[in-house]
């Protein structure tokens, strides 16, 4: 039997999200703080004859395994890459909901490009550039094959490290409504905002909190008018004790809240299961490293 690697892939959050311009290609140019939580898809890998994709999961239905899937093309890429010529059989089990603001496609391509290259890679010579992977893939699989928190900027492709956040705690809640990035961006109306000064480098969650809230998520108003119930959820995760601040992750319609705590935070995901019980919502630490 051939060996399997299995390997995780978890959710993201953008703290910030700034859109500083269109570039002549259409691609929009970003700078955006970056965490990851304890939310993430599983991935096992084996090598075959041909690239197969079998998704599995709670948050299964409605994912197609074509061509067009991020796994695939993310495999496709790597075997033309290397030069290869062997499959891969790639199971997903899928926890992050679709859709949903949070890089769940993102990080299940890059982690499929971690998988590639333990399979069939060779030596460095081998590493694919993230200016690759932010053009044919997107601009966040560059930063969660990165798997740590940063400041991202151009199309994604530009990563700088953030080395010093204070421990910290979200509550994460999606409608239940899919939201395209690709819908969002195409409304998006094109007031471009000014990138962010620095990268936050400290351990005090105050400072850290007031740093966030003095940025913002530029796609907040354009995400809003296609889907209002964000709105909703904004003003469900703001009015609960403890939350420091609320903001729209990525394209939407996933939120979070910010706190200082675990247990404000466990006590918030019971409080807005309990209110909302149609909504996907779940408690995480805000995850600076690579999650286990």
């Given at each position: 039997m ?5 390997l ?9 999200l ?11 140019n ?8 304890d939310v993430a898809?599983?991935l096992t890998f ?7 994709l ?12 074509a061509?067009?899937n ?5 495999a496709?890429?790597m ?14 089990e ?6 949903a ?12 490009v971690?998988?590639?290259m333990?399979?069939w890679?060779?030596?460095?010579s081998?590493l ?19 798997g740590?928190?940063a400041r ?10 953030t ?13 239940r409504?899919?939201l395209s990035?690709?819908?969002?961006f ?6 471009f905002?000014?990138?962010g000064?620095?990268t936050?480098?400290?351990a005090?969650y ?20 296609i889907?209002?119930?964000?709105g ?15 903001r729209?992750?990525g394209?939407?319609?996933?939120c ?6 675990k247990e ?5 995901q ?6 909302h ?16």
């Amino acid at each position: 039997m051939t060996a399997a690697l299995t390997l995780a892939a978890a959710a993201k959050i953008n703290l910030t999200l700034h859109i500083t311009g269109r570039r002549d290609d259409g691609y929009h140019n970003l700078d955006s703080l970056i965490g990851f939580t304890d939310v993430a898809d599983v991935l096992t890998f084996r090598a075959a004859d041909t690239t197969t994709l079998r998704v599995t999961g709670a948050e299964a239905a409605g994912i197609d395994a074509a061509d067009d899937n991020l796994v695939v093309r993310a495999a496709r890429l790597m075997q033309t890459h290397l030069g290869v010529s062997a499959g891969m059989d790639i199971e997903l089990e899928k926890n992050i909901p679709v859709a949903a603001g949070l890089g769940g496609g993102s990080a299940d391509a890059a982690a499929t490009v971690a998988g590639c290259m333990a399979l069939w890679g060779s030596s460095t010579s081998d590493l694919i550039s993230d200016q690759t992977l932010a053009s044919d893939l997107g601009a966040d699989v560059p930063v969660c094959r990165y798997g740590r928190a940063a400041r991202i900027s151009g199309i994604g492709e530009t990563i700088t490290p953030t080395p010093n956040w204070p421990t910290a705690w979200l509550v994460l809640a999606n409608p239940r409504i899919p939201l395209s990035t690709a819908d969002v961006f195409r409304a998006f109306d094109g007031k471009f905002a000014a990138a962010g000064d620095t990268t936050f480098d400290g351990a005090d969650y105050s400072s850290f909190t007031a740093y966030i809230a003095e940025r913002e998520n530029c796609l907040t108003s354009t995400a809003l008018a296609i889907a209002p119930i964000i709105g909703d959820v904004l003003d469900g995760l703001g009015a609960l004790s403890g939350c420091s601040l609320a903001r729209m992750s990525g394209s939407g319609p996933t939120c979070f809240g910010l706190f200082g705590t675990k247990e404000e935070a466990d006590v918030g995901q019971q409080d807005l299961s309990q209110t909302h019980p149609d909504w996907w919502v779940r408690a995480s630490p805000l995850v600076i490293g690579s999650p286990s």
